[in-house]
């Protein structure tokens, strides 16, 4: 069996190595891809692969060489694939290849890019956009529909007998997440942070729905109803907030809103543009009544609508159910509780139940000798729980993961609020009765029953002021995961 496992841990530095690599290979066949779409040449080439896989001959496993390359040459052409595509300046953390694919478009691509002109050599059927190329692509359409010519936005382009047609799919997906949060917005003062495309989309959207007024909060003026982002309070009566400017967004997350809303007494709803992280720091804040949503069914929605116009079928049914697909792969699940409640026993059973893979701080810090016992040879507590802070921050920005804490994260407010940046607070409650019995004098705070019970009391109010969920040792993981899809239903 000893060699069994140094096999495997063999195998699993290979596959490090190989992953890599192919990592490697995919991004530069996807950039010969833009090259040869941009050039209109044909993405497959013959040739080319028959000398690839001749060298395979002078290897023993030559056949399985050849088999594996012939999946790999598959995927390279997948990627080389530029007939629908988004086309911005910065989209290495798209959703949208994912979400197109389950909305029934595969080999939907990504084309980053700095010069708009590159798309226009580009025999595509359909092209979405972003910033900061709508502009450009409304200049581009010889035809637009009634969306994007009362906006003047352009997101979504498509091919129609040799025609190029613009249309404005924001503004059904902004439509669509009013609707599915039951937002009634008839009569209502509406604050707009930003004033570019998106803010004029959602403007448009906001005049059908017959709102009451709105006002545009903004770094630099260009119009009337435009002002400065410090006088937000002269707008403190307002019910509804929108942000529409790219705040906080992955990898630059923040913590702290543009402004302080504790003096919105008024306030029923948050609308943040921006999906990623899922709670930005407008959505962060602690303001109880308050409808908070972020920008992913509109996300969505929009791309529900182009695939529709792309294919001559109907796709809108799928939203919803794309939508808390992505929104739970997407999801980070983050375990707290006391020490030895069983954090780690239950990550690995939810690691083996969902498509998220577990990250155990306590393991991950103890390897780089920043685990407690280590810290307080030389330190402090506080030494440590710094060091917590900067591990929680480093995972809280991953996606899909299932993240088990140590103990006492619950005393870093900081740490928590990344952690819920992207995940779901599960608090494991044990009753103190039973931790004491689990004691075993591994832990550097945890000496005697009398240790754990004075955590205990320090710590309860916090694992319930942080808690999304609360679970016990009753619950099986099947009931933990119908917890958490309920969760995001509600």
Known sequence: MERLKNFRIKIDDLDNSIMELLEERINIAREIGKIKAINNLDATNELREVEILRKAIKYKNSVELKDIYKQ???????????????????????FSPFIYKELGIDNYNLFPTDDFNDVKKIDFLGINVTNPYKK????????????????????TINKENKKLVGY????????????????????RRVIIIGNGATANTITAVLNMRKVKK?????????????????????????????????????????LDPLFNLDEFNNLQAIIDVVYNPRKTPL????????????GLMMLIAQAAKAASIYTGVDKTYLIEKVYTK????????????MPFSGKSKLGNLLEKKLNHRLIDLDIVMQAYNHDLASVLKTGNEEDFRNLEVIYATKYSKERGKIISTGG????????????????????????????VKRIDKTRPLV??????????????????????????????????????YEYINN
């Not at 359409?141 to 009362?150: G, Q, T």
């Not at 009337?224 to 967004?249: A, M, S």
């Open 283 to 294: 959505l962060m804040s602690e303001k109880a009544g308050v409808k908070k949503i972020n």
């Open 168 to 187: 404005n799919t924001d503004f059904y997906g902004f439509s669509k997440l009013l609707d599915y949060n039951k937002l009634d917005l008839e009569n």
């Open 408 to 435: 006492g994260i619950v005393l870093s407010n900081e740490a928590m609020r990344v952690l819920k940046q992207n995940g779901v607070v599960i608090f494991l409650d044990i009753p103190v009765s039973e931790l």
């Open 136 to 155: 450009e692509a409304y200049n581009l359409c010889s035809e637009l529909d009634e969306s994007a010519s009362s906006t003047g936005v352009v997101n």
């Open 72 to 94: 790999i040459f598959v995927s390279s052409k997948n990627v080389q694939e530029f007939k629908y595509f988004l086309v911005g300046k910065s989209l290495e953390y798209s």
């Open 326 to 337: 992505l929104d739970f792969e997407l999801m980070n699940i983050v375990l707290i509780g």
């Open 447 to 484: 000496k005697s029953a009398a240790d754990l019970i004075n955590l205990y009391n320090q710590r309860i109010d916090l694992y319930k002021k942080y808690a999304d969920i609360t679970v016990n040792s009753l619950d099986s993981v099947c009931d933990i995961v119908d917890k958490i």
């Open 214 to 254: 709105i006002e545009y909060l903004v770094r630099n003026i260009r119009l009337e109803n435009e002002h400065k982002l410090q006088d937000y309070l002269k707008f403190k009566d307002f019910e509804i907030i929108i942000n529409t400017t790219p705040y906080g967004t992955y990898p630059n997350n923040q």
